[in-house]
């Protein structure tokens, strides 16, 4: 992206190039396997997940984002975990400006 974008487009490409940076580790572009999933969790992650370190726990994660259940993470069901830590931060923010 062209330099000055704004804070919000900024941040939109570095969740859409950590995607390809994970995914493309084993020379495919188009999804993510278990272990670079895992990978990426334990790596990027490890402060808004529980139990980055369990693998069961993460293979969990998998599954219940695995809508085509083809064992490896799209970037569309990538998108979806980004969309529930956001929702979850959402949540958080809103109760901390109540008080």
């Not at 969309?83 to 979850?88: D, N, P, S, T, V």
């Amino acid at each position: 992206m062209a330099s000055g974008c704004s804070e919000l487009e900024a941040a939109i490409e570095v969740l859409v190039r950590n995607f390809y940076v994970y995914a493309a580790r084993k020379g495919k572009y188009d999804k993510m396997n278990k272990k670079e999933f895992r990978k990426m969790v334990t790596q990027e992650l490890q402060h808004v997940l529980t139990n980055t370190q369990n693998k069961e726990a993460a293979n969990k994660l998998i599954q219940s984002l695995d809508a085509d259940e083809d064992g490896k993470i799209s970037f569309d069901e990538y998108w979806t975990l980004i969309g529930e830590i956001a929702k979850k931060l959402s949540t958080q923010m809103a109760l901390q400006c109540q008080e």
